[in-house]
């Protein structure tokens, strides 16, 4: 059965603390792995797209990488606008999604 | 560029009611899906409508059904509706279907309360 489960499921940051978010996948015939961000009362907002291992890709703060079983996503000294749930999803014939890491980054 | 619509916005039913959702997408998008959100399930695919056609379903009763009209806005149903349908209903929108191979972008959402 397809499944990705992403740990820790809350993270509290002090602001500047660098971390990362993990996502284990098994899903048949992965032909893709997103990460997307979701604030409170709003649908997720897309970050990246990896498709192979060994790729990586950068946004702002935000570094995710992706190897043959699981993907990171490194927050690189957060800042409390990084607060949100941070949702990864691969793709086989659906969009399979973890639960999600609640990232709270205070001042 | 308009992002994708979900109304209503907040809807409140009671046990055995049925519901229409609907969902209009970023022009040029022919492809929309359907999501529920629940905090003990997360987000769980219910299906894909890629010009009109039903793509993909997921693990879903048949209580829930969809349909998507020629200018690509869809609806999605839900008939006999049970205290846990209380959830939040995401509908996306992308360029291509089957699994997308680009990205998806979602919209805000409705929140339905099953009383």
């Known amino acids: 059965e397809d499944q990705v489960t992403q740990s820790p499921e809350a993270l509290r940051l002090q602001e500047g603390e660098s971390s990362s978010l993990n996502c284990s996948y098994t899903v048949s015939g992965l032909r893709g792995l997103f990460w997307y961000r979701q604030d409170p009362g709003k649908g997720p907002e897309f970050l990246f797209t990896l498709y192979s291992a060994g790729e990586e890709k950068e946004k702002e703060r935000l570094k995710a990488t992706l190897t043959k079983k699981e993907s990171f996503l490194h927050i690189t000294a957060p800042k409390p606008e990084d607060s949100a749930t941070y949702l990864c999803a691969g793709t086989g014939t659906a969009l399979i999604f973890g639960k999600g890491t609640t990232l709270s980054v205070s001042s | 560029k308009a992002g994708v619509t979900q109304t209503p916005r907040y809807l409140i039913k009671t046990r055995g009611q049925q519901v229409t959702l609907s969902c209009s997408p970023i022009s040029g998008h022919r492809s929309v899906s359907w999501y529920q959100q629940t905090p003990g399930q997360g987000l769980q695919f219910l299906f894909e409508?890629?010009?009109?056609?039903?793509?993909n379903k997921g693990n879903f009763p048949g209580r829930f059904s969809g349909r998507q009209f020629s200018n690509s806005r869809s609806e999605m149903n839900v008939s006999t509706l049970e205290l846990g349908d209380s959830a939040l209903y995401l509908c996306a929108s992308s360029l291509v279907s089957g699994g997308p191979l680009g990205e998806q972008f979602f919209g805000p959402g409705t929140r339905l309360t099953v009383l």
């Open positions: 409508y890629f010009s009109e056609t039903q793509r």
